[in-house]
């Protein structure tokens, strides 16, 4: 079996996130996916608590029915180098083979990574062409360049996400009253 590892802190996960896992399992030989939101950032940014992160990455992907949410970080303790969590994955499912899925847009920040290229050889990448971050690796059209930072931004002071978030995505982040401005 492939499975594609989709990891991220999905803070939120929105629109560019859904159609990416769509656009995997639909154009490539994958059997399941599995979305893995960041326990701890691993550069440290601030993120909404781990368990609206995963009620929402649930929310944004419950139409897909090959999808599957992943608490592993947070079994493993939420150290958030990839490495880990592949080695993770693989040592639990001994006969998968692991796809990692990474949006053009990160290319440029591999070399920060903690052991890369261990990690292309646990699973080697699917690079999915996100508008606006060309790469020779990116396959496929472009999907739109939505930005997480900038719906916090948008819920912050008040502005429409209409278009940017599953509806259920948005209502949940409304009953919480998440990102809005102190």
Same mark, same amino acid.
């Given at each position: 079996m492939t499975l594609a590892v989709f990891g991220? $802190?999905?803070? &939120? *996960?929105h629109l560019? #996130? $859904?159609l990416a896992a769509l656009y995997v399992l639909a154009a490539f030989p994958v059997e399941r996916m599995l979305v893995v939101p960041a326990f701890r950032h691993p550069f440290a940014k601030p993120l909404a608590s781990f @368990? #609206? %992160?995963? +009620?929402?990455c649930e929310l944004a992907m419950a139409d897909l029915k090959r999808v599957r949410i992943s608490r592993i970080e947070q079994e493993m303790g939420g150290d958030g180098l990839t490495v880990r969590t592949l080695e993770e994955l693989g040592r639990r499912m001994p006969g998968a083979r692991l796809r990692l899925v990474l949006g053009s847009d990160l290319?440029? @920040?591999t070399s920060r990574w903690h052991s890369y290229d261990r990690i292309v050889e646990i699973a080697p990448p699917i690079?999915? #062409?996100r508008g606006g971050y &060309? =790469?020779?690796e990116a396959k496929g =059209? =472009?999907? *739109?360049?939505?930005? $997480?930072s900038e719906i916090r931004? %948008? +819920?912050g002071t008040g502005l429409s996400t209409e278009g940017w978030l599953s509806v259920a995505v948005a209502r949940y982040i409304g009953r919480h009253g998440l990102y809005r401005e102190s």
């Open positions: 991220g $802190s999905f803070d &939120p *996960p560019g #996130h $859904s @368990e #609206h %992160r995963v +009620i929402m290319l440029q @920040e690079v999915v #062409h &060309p =790469a020779p =059209a =472009a999907l *739109p360049c939505l930005s $997480s931004q %948008r +819920i």
